[in-house]
């Protein structure tokens, strides 16, 4: 669910990456387009309808590939700025 | 498969569109309502926690068309919104709507119509499968070029060659049919036996020949065509094993060939056979004789072969057989061609000079229907002024009206497919004899194909203009109540609109005029005889004759002409059995008797041979220039003589005086022939007739004179007759016929035409290309008139407020007529002069298919120009009086 994700987000980052919390939505569409994650109709706690958001087996691997991108740029700028 | 499932979750996503935008609006409305939830229990006021919420959030709107847009259909919901607003904006001007789409379907109607033209005769391969390796074969001798081949030949080159996998030979030939109902002629051809399994034919009753039919003694056999099988017997079934009487001797019917089977180049025609028969088993003397040549041939290549290669093979058999038989092919070569090229050949470049002109109608009219979007954006531009400052960009505003035009065209285009289906079954029935291969012409898919293609290429061609002008407004002044006064960029494009019409309009005008001289000129033409008031036919003599004894013929053909010649109304006749002018050839190698005779009959030169009766110079009035002509004296029992033409005299003879001189026809006559006169040159090979044709030179000899053992073959086979008449000849085939009866009941007549047909009927290619060039032509001067017309309308119009001071302050009516008709007499002379020159340059490119007339012809030019611009001119007079009709102060109270 949206909502939760976002709260996570904002749980694990101790608050610091504070973001539009609606831009989740458009990012989640696009992960709906490539199958990275599904979406499905559940109910809440609160007995409310809510679409809940499932990784798919392609999303991990996605997240690896991604997760790695992302730990080779930030070494590159690492090692740039402890250069300076 | 990953961009499959990709593509099927975006597909999944526009089917259901609604439910996706009220999911996802559910969606944010929970997030955001869960967000004030939390925000309220952590003590907020409910109106403090719910903006708090939507801060948090974003802008609510634009991220849910940005999870809308995510999945990549923006384009489609648009396209299908300009579609929907295009057509409501055509529907609400139907005028407008009608003229544009009616001018689009002329245009595409007269380009798809001349494409399936194109496609079916130039384009669509030949019915039979491989088509490209399917090649004609014929000999080349170095004395007159391309010709028939012989027989004998024939058979060596099926025994020597290495790349075809079958060769086929044929020929055409002419039964007298008797035995089912009234004696008649049947049209026929002696083919090899593998001539259908060669073309892929297979018998739809029955089989093919066989081997052993094909030969000298074999059964005799005949196989009926589908159209004579069912006009004939009915398509009757059991018509397999009868038995069928042709020249009196039974055939056995051994099968049915397709109705539709057709099979024509070079010599054969266009017309269709009756029924065929073997070659091998054919009696026919110059069947058998080398040095006859009335055979044609058609090849498969093996499969892999190149047209090189074959060339190369038979240049390799041509040799052999020159070595083998010296005297007859010494030096004659074989030429190969792709069956599909020699059946086009003569119509070819007609059909591309059209396709140009026609592609000529479509850009006038995409040009004036760019005029009227133009004309018509004024009124909407506002409308766009609104939408640029309500945020439209300006490549949006171009997409919306690109739409439109794409709407307008394709309705053209459909419009135009119908036009173009109902003109090309009309101009194929007016025309049958212009077009080979006209039952291949249809709408197939690759027209279809061509349509849309075209039709795509108007809407954005005609509408690109209009939208980039209109979308490029300038906001401020368009909004500005008083945005008048003379803008003069917009005037500027339909200017150039005017110009580029009047211009296309002189080309194709220009085009036109030089076919019409083309033809005018042939009319004019002599074809070196007078063919007002001749008849000519051809006569089936029966068994009884052709077959008899050499008195009995020649007494038969003297009766029958005099009985021909008894008929009221007849003032002269002529039987003629061997070349014909337009109509038949035949031809005979000679030498003068007084030179060398030339080592071989290959080096010998050749000429055209006319087989004819004493009356003949009266039926067709040639001239005879010197001497005399074959009398009725000129008979068996005396010396042989015969009569040449100019041509034949000026090139054997140069100054030398032939009259007394001795020619040498040792192939057909013992003797030698004594020449008696010299006649007028006619133009065997049609009015177009030039020096490049193949053989000038003719001589003229009586059939009455031929030698016994020739008669048969030279005088009865191909017997037909000219007659010349005092009243309309085509008349006259009843009555001729009638007295034919009386003197022979098996005796059939057939194939009456006048030879004012025949020249009409030479003529067809040109006057399929005028008669179109000319429909064309009026198509885009009648589009173009109309286009000055309108804009000059528009521009008085739009200047009346200026015309209405310039009278109120003293201008003379005269003066604003002047002014009026200046401005588009001016335009008008610049498209003519655009155009002059642009056709200067064009019509070289049509040379091939004028006749006596230089492609920059300046008495068409001239013309032309002077024409048009008469137009125009007549075009713009309509506004300038209504302008100089405006009342000064109607005009300046207006706005």
Sequence with gaps: MGYEIANSIQRISDDILEVEEGSLYPALQRMLIKGWVTANWGTTAGNRRARYYQLTAAGPKQLTAETSQFERVIGAITRVIEAV | MNWLSEL??????????????????????????????????????????????????????????????????????????????????????PGFTAVAVLTLALGIGANTALFSVVNGVLLNPLPYPHPDQVV?????????????????????????????????????DSFNLTGQGDAEQVTAMDVSDGFFSLLSVSPILGR???????????????????????????????????????????????????????????????????????????????????????????????????????????????????????????????????????????????????????????????????NLLLARSTGRGREFAIRAALGASQGRVIRQLLTESVLLALAGGTLGLLLASWGTRAALTALPSALPRANDVRLDPRVLLFTLVITLAAGALFGLAPALKTSLPDLHDTLKEGGRGASGARYRTQNIFVVVEMALAVVLLIGAGLTIRTLVGLWSVSPGFDPHNVLSFRVGFPPSISNADASRIRASLRQFTEKIASVSGVSAVS???????????????????DQPKPPNEVS???????????????????????????????????PGVCVIDEDFAQKFFGNEDPIGKRLDFSLVYTQALQIVGIVGHVKQYGLDETANSPIQAQFYMSPWQLPDDQLKTWAVSAAGYVIRTQSSPGAFAGAVRDALREFNSKAVLYQPETMDSVIARSLASHRFAMILLAVFAALALALASVGIYRVISYIASQRAHEIGIRMALGAQRSHVLKIVLGQGARLALLGVVIGLAAATGLTRLMTTILYGVSATDPLTFSAVAIVLTLVALVACYIPARRAMRVDPIVALRYD
């Design chain 2, 8 to 93: 099927a979750r975006r597909l999944r996503m526009l089917m259901h569109r609604p439910q996706f935008d009220t999911d996802l609006e559910e969606e944010m409305r929970l997030h955001l309502e869960l967000r004030q939830q939390q925000q309220i229990e952590c003590g907020m006021a409910p109106d403090d926690a719910r903006a708090a919420a939507q801060r948090g959030f974003g802008n609510l709107t634009s991220l849910k068309e940005k999870s809308h847009m995510a999945w990549g259909w923006e384009w489609f919901e648009q396209l299908v919104q300009d579609i929907r607003y295009g057509l409501r904006m055509l529907g609400k001007s």
């Design chain 2, 136 to 172: 004609t074969m014929v000999d080349w001798f170095p004395g007159y070029g391309e010709s028939s081949i012989s027989y004998p030949d024939f058979l060596d080159w099926v025994r020597l060659n290495h790349t075809f996998s079958s060769l086929a030979a044929y020929r055409r």
């Design chain 2, 208 to 370: 093919d020949f066989s081997s052993a039919e094909d030969q000298l003694g074999g059964p005799p056999a005949v196989i009926l065509s589908g159209g004579f099988w069912k006009t004939k017997f009915g398509s009757s079934p059991d018509i397999i094993g009868k038995a069928l009487n042709l020249d009196g001797t039974d055939y056995t019917v051994v099968g049915v060939i397709p109705e539709n089977f057709y099979f024509c180049c070079s010599s054969t025609g266009f017309r269709l056979s009756d029924v065929y028969v073997t070659i091998g088993a054919s009696k026919d003397p110059p069947v058998r004789d080398r040095r006859m040549i009335s055979t044609w041939a058609v090849g498969r290549m093996k499969q892999g072969v190149t047209l090189d290669h074959a060339r190369a093979d038979m240049d390799g058999v041509a040799r052999s057989l020159g070595v083998a038989y010296p005297d007859t092919d010494k030096d004659v070569g074989i030429v190969v061609t792709p069956l599909e090229q020699i059946m086009v050949r003569d119509i070819r470049p007609f059909l591309l000079v059209l396709l140009a002109a026609v592609g000529f109608v479509l850009l006038i009219a995409c040009v004036n229907v760019a």
């Design chain 2, 575 to 593: 039987l003629t059995t061997g070349a014909k002018p337009l109509d038949r050839e035949s031809g005979l190698i000679f030498w003068r008797e």
């Design chain 2, 604 to 638: 010998m030169p050749y000429a055209l041979w006319y087989r004819v009766g004493p009356d003949y110079l009266k039926v067709m009035k040639i001239p005879l220039l010197r001497g005399r002509f074959l009398t009725a004296q000129d008979d068996a029992n005396s």
